[in-house]
Nanobody, 126 residues
């Protein structure tokens, strides 16, 4: 498993932007596909976005398409989530997760991932 540490969360007004980062301890970071999930109080942990090990393929949940962008820098062992046009309903704890590449698992399912960060709180005020 790879150790993951998220950062960049905080309080922002509706319509604003935040960029989350997730740093991985693993020097073989490029051997992992990466995902972002979020969990609001009393709700399930939901898929937000995912990116393949090479960065060539990206996937998004319906509620964030057109507003959020996932990217990665394999030289820095880091994956990012740029969040624009934030809404109150984006308020949640955001988690990054990793799954070995070529595992043939669904990016959209949290059970596909075997490494998780501790999460970072994002609060959007309306």
């Amino acid at each position: 498993q790879v150790q993951l540490v998220e950062s960049g969360g905080g309080l922002v007004q509706a319509g604003g932007s935040l960029r989350l980062s997730c740093a991985a301890s693993e020097r073989t970071f490029s051997m992992y596909d990466m995902g972002w999930f979020r969990q609001a109080p009393g709700k399930e942990r939901d898929f937000v976005a995912a990116i393949s090990w090479s960065g060539r393929s990206t996937y998004y949940g319906e509620s964030v398409k057109g507003r959020f962008t996932i990217s990665r820098d394999n030289a820095k062992n880091t994956v990012y989530l740029q969040m624009n046009s934030l809404k109150a309903e984006d308020t949640a704890v955001y988690y990054c997760a990793a799954v070995p590449r070529f595992s043939s698992r669904s990016y959209y399912e949290r059970t596909s991932y075997n490494s998780w960060g501790q999460g970072t709180q994002v609060t959007v005020s309306s």
